[in-house]
T-cell receptor
């Protein structure tokens, strides 16, 4: 099964672009990569999902290199409200296996 | 508000007690999930129900017993728990229970403390 590894914590400042990288060295051919955001006392919330290359939505971009052994969540121009824990999740496209990372605690400073 | 509601939000129980966690979704989804979230550990998927049938049980101890009476409701019955079972228990739902790529919507969780 694919295992995900991500930094425990990161700091940045308002208005900056933040990139959080997750490694999933043994990701399988059909696995997708998904990112969730979690605030204290709340459940995780879906941010973005991708399979390869680049995916962009209204809140983030997801970059996946050709070998798919890592992925980078990019948050443009962060604000204080982006302070949260960000989880990388590999969805194994069979057998209901969901491999969550331990999460990256992102702290945005004024 | 995600459309997934969990009750109670907080629960303290003794090791000999029996209690139940409740989850309700109003999204018309076909799949529901129970997760355990412990401090500094990845989320652990406990149970998956698709169209009210259990399709996954990740070797969860029998002191946790799920029940899914219909596609909108999910329960987690607890009995003779251990202190190490103290955690945040999260319920989630998704449109499809057969396509694990579909977006999951989470409730706010029940903070369980076993004393």
């Amino acid at each position: 099964l694919a295992k995900t590894t991500q930094p425990i914590s990161m700091d940045s400042y308002e208005g900056q672009e933040v990139n959080i990288t997750c490694s999933h060295n043994n990701i399988a051919t059909n696995d997708y990569i998904t990112w969730y955001q979690q605030f204290p006392s709340q459940g995780p919330r879906f941010i973005i999902q991708g399979y390869k290359t680049k995916v962009t939505n209204e809140v983030a971009s997801l970059f996946i290199p050709a070998d798919r052994k890592s992925s980078t969540l990019s948050l443009p121009r962060v604000s204080l409200s982006d302070t949260a824990v960000y989880y990388c999740l590999v969805v194994v496209d069979s057998n209901y296996q969901l491999i969550w990372g331990a999460g990256t605690k992102l702290i945005i400073k004024p | 508000e995600t459309g997934v509601t969990q009750t109670p939000r907080h629960l303290v129980m003794g090791m000999t007690n029996k209690k139940s966690l409740k989850c309700e979704q109003h999204l018309g989804h076909n799949a529901m999930y129970w997760y355990k979230q412990s401090a500094k550990k990845p989320l652990e998927l406990m149970f998956v129900y698709s169209l009210e049938e259990r399709v996954e049980n990740n070797s969860v101890p029998s002191r946790f017993s799920p029940e899914c009476p219909n596609s909108s409701h999910l329960f987690l019955h607890l009995h003779t728990l251990q202190p190490e079972d103290s955690a945040l228990y999260l319920c989630a739902s998704s449109q499809s229970g057969t396509d694990m790529n579909t977006e999951a919507f989470f409730g706010q969780g029940t903070r369980l403390t076993v004393v």
